[in-house]
């Protein structure tokens, strides 16, 4: 397992952008898928967006979908979520999370595929 620690959230107007970051522990990170959830108030977390760990396979969530982009930088165990044309929709606490496996080709969208998650970091889109 790897530790997280996000970053970046905070609160902004409708149509602007921000990009989270997530800092990883350890030395392995380079080996593993990473994931963004989010969860809304009242809602249950649902998936954002994910990349393999070779960087070379990516998944977003259809509501994001044009807007999001995933990324990686291995020297620096840390992966990005830039968000642009941001929607009230889009508030929510943002969560990073890094896959159970190693060396997964084809990043996974369930949670359960994820077993080291961030503390989260909160993103309020006012319209």
């Known amino acids: 397992q790897v530790q997280l620690v996000e970053s970046g959230g905070g609160w902004v107007q409708a149509g602007d952008s921000l990009r989270l970051s997530c800092t990883a522990s350890?030395?392995?990170?380079?080996?593993?898928?990473m994931g963004w959830f989010r969860q809304a108030p009242g809602k249950e977390r649902e998936f954002v967006a994910a990349?393999?760990?070779?960087?070379?396979?990516?998944s977003y969530a259809d509501s994001v979908k044009g807007r999001v982009t995933i990324s990686r930088d291995n020297a620096k165990n840390t992966v990005y979520l830039q968000m642009n044309t941001l929607k009230p929709e889009d508030t929510a606490v943002y969560y990073c999370?890094?896959?159970?496996?190693?060396?997964?080709?084809?990043?996974?969208?369930?949670?359960?595929?994820?077993?080291?998650w961030g503390q989260g970091t909160q993103v309020t889109v006012s319209s």
């Open positions: 999370a890094a896959d159970r496996i190693q060396f997964r080709t084809k990043p996974a969208e369930l949670e359960h595929d994820y077993n080291s």
């Open positions: 350890g030395s392995t990170f380079a080996y593993y898928a």
């Open positions: 990349m393999s760990w070779t960087g070379l396979s990516t």
